[in-house]
């Protein structure tokens, strides 16, 4: 696949609300937590969910007690279900396919999540081994999407996220050892996968390539933090201070995890992130 095929698919993976049947908001349990006011059961509407399927609180989430919502991404599995899935059956007007319906949107959501970070891979330069196996895995995954609910439903997502998770690695080292080689002209960064940085305070760290997978680095100063070549895939990023932070080719960044930090207009961030609108209301 082409580099440019790759950052098209990459940039288009975003949710379009409008073309959703409010499933964030009726599939997913929701606990009662600082990130949302209420607890609501799996399966059952929010009751801020309209009969248009729109957010009566959508303005004021945050204010009322539900950041979570507003973190939220979908990569637009949702409208994926709700348009192609059921064929744009709402749950609603067809309440014998709710239970399926919610059912296969978090396979779903798991899909696109495999997809972004398979599409993302293969906008970077990597061998011609590597673009060929994450070509054949991206095509794969994207099939899956278009299978009958019932297909969706019988996924093993264990057995199909195992592949995904290795090549990923493999793509990872890839690209850090030429980053800091060809690019950065430095030693490559360490490996602190799974690492505890919860508040530690990393202001201005030249973090170039380092190994961030799955690491907790809630509520972590990463303020003015050089966080190019770093692979965050995983990574714990709920209230991180990366205000003025480079995270301009961070690997495997996704909307969601920049949603939950709190960063500011000096923020890099990749193409195919947006810096929330909450970073400038201060909310």
């Not at 599939?27 to 309209?50: G, R, Y």
């Not at 899935?85 to 798991?110: A, C, D, I, L, Y």
């Amino acid at each position: 696949m082409h580099k440019e095929t790759a950052i098209n698919i990459r940039e288009s993976l975003s949710a379009d609300c409008s073309q959703c049947f409010g499933l964030c908001c009726t599939a997913l349990n929701i606990v009662a937590s600082s990130d949302f006011a209420i607890n609501k059961p799996a399966e059952t509407p929010c009751p801020n969910l309209q009969q248009d399927f729109r957010c009566k609180i959508h303005k004021n989430l945050r204010t009322q007690g539900f950041k979570g919502c507003t973190v939220f991404d979908c990569l637009g599995a949702g409208q994926k279900v709700s348009q192609h899935t059921f064929k744009g059956q709402s749950w609603r007007e067809h309440p014998e396919v709710s239970k399926k319906m919610f059912n296969v949107f978090p396979v779903m959501e798991q899909l696109y999540e495999m997809i972004a970070f398979v599409a993302e891979a293969l906008t970077y330069t990597i061998s011609d081994t590597l673009r060929q196996r994450l070509s054949e895995q991206l095509e794969k995954l994207q099939d899956l999407t278009d299978l009958e609910a019932e297909q969706l439903l019988a996924i093993d997502m264990i057995s199909c996220r195992q592949p995904v998770n290795m090549l990923l690695l493999e793509t990872s080292e890839y690209i850090r050892s030429q980053l800091s080689a060809n690019v950065f002209k430095i030693k490559k960064g360490k490996q602190y996968r799974g690492i505890d940085w919860v508040g530690k305070n990393l202001k201005g760290k030249d973090l170039r390539t380092t190994d961030l997978r799955g690491a907790y680095l809630i509520a972590a100063n990463l303020q003015n933090a050089d966080l190019r070549g770093v692979d965050l895939i995983g990574a714990d990023l709920r209230d991180a201070n990366i205000s003025g932070a480079n995270l301009s080719t961070s690997l495997f960044l996704t909307q969601m995890q920049i949603n939950s930090a709190k960063g500011d207009k000096q923020t890099k961030l990749p193409t195919y992130i947006q810096p929330p609108t909450h970073w400038l209301s201060g909310t």
